[in-house]
């Protein structure tokens, strides 16, 4: 882990304020269209055909207020898997912190919306769901690479 080095600005001030204007023009898009607009992540290894993507909602660890992020997921059985990647930054990303303090969800797949109870996956999930999530968006590994931070696996049930 961490062995190989993180592209540059990758961790600015600029890039967090482009990251999250983009996710909240990806979150109104996804709601106001079903998720036929912003269903599908099409960057990096996912580029041209996309992955999927949800929208999970939060309750704010420290407002309480909702907070709706836009991420890629993996179904397994009944199952939502979600990867607290934050492209391999060295630091948690916010709606992994408020999992972890309300693990009370709402999962919207397209128009199907879910109320679910999130968990961070054990470390023998983590092995078994790390291989599938990776073959669905090889940059997962990139991301893990970036990082000392063991990328945490949600389970959302």
Same mark, same amino acid.
């Given at each position: 882990?961490?062995?190989?080095?993180?592209? !540059?600005?990758?961790?600015?001030?600029?890039?967090?304020? =482009? =990251?999250? /204007?983009?996710?909240?023009?990806?979150?109104?898009?996804?709601?106001? #269209?079903?998720?036929? @607009?912003?269903? !599908? /992540?099409?960057?990096?290894?996912?580029?041209?055909?996309? =992955?999927?993507?949800? *929208?999970? #909602? #939060?309750?704010?660890? !420290?407002?309480?207020?909702?907070?709706?992020?836009?991420?890629?997921? *993996?179904?397994?059985?009944?199952? $939502? @898997?979600? $990867?607290?990647?934050?492209?391999?930054?060295?630091?948690?990303?916010?709606?992994?912190?408020?999992? $972890?303090?309300?693990?009370?969800? #709402? $999962?919207?797949?397209?128009?199907? =919306?879910?109320?679910?109870?999130?968990?961070?996956?054990?470390?023998?999930?983590?092995?078994?769901? /790390?291989?599938?999530?990776?073959?669905?968006?090889?940059?997962?590994?990139?991301?893990?690479?970036?990082?000392?931070?063991?990328?945490p696996v949600v389970v959302c049930e």
């Amino acid at each position: 882990m961490g062995s190989e080095a993180a592209p !540059k600005g990758l961790d600015s001030k600029a890039t967090s304020s =482009i =990251i999250k /204007w983009m996710s909240r023009g990806n979150v109104a898009l996804y709601r106001a #269209t079903g998720g036929r @607009l912003g269903g !599908k /992540w099409r960057v990096g290894s996912a580029f041209p055909w996309g =992955i999927p993507v949800c *929208l999970v #909602t #939060t309750t704010g660890r !420290k407002t309480g207020q909702p907070r709706t992020a836009p991420l890629l997921f *993996l179904e397994d059985d009944d199952k $939502v @898997l979600l $990867v607290a990647s934050q492209g391999g930054l060295p630091k948690h990303p916010l709606w992994f912190h408020n999992i $972890v303090a309300n693990p009370e969800v #709402t $999962v919207q797949i397209r128009s199907d =919306i879910r109320q679910l109870k999130a968990r961070v996956a054990t470390e023998a999930e983590r092995a078994l769901y /790390w291989p599938k999530l990776t073959a669905m968006y090889p940059d997962f590994d990139n991301y893990q690479s970036w990082t000392d931070r063991v990328i945490p696996v949600v389970v959302c049930e």
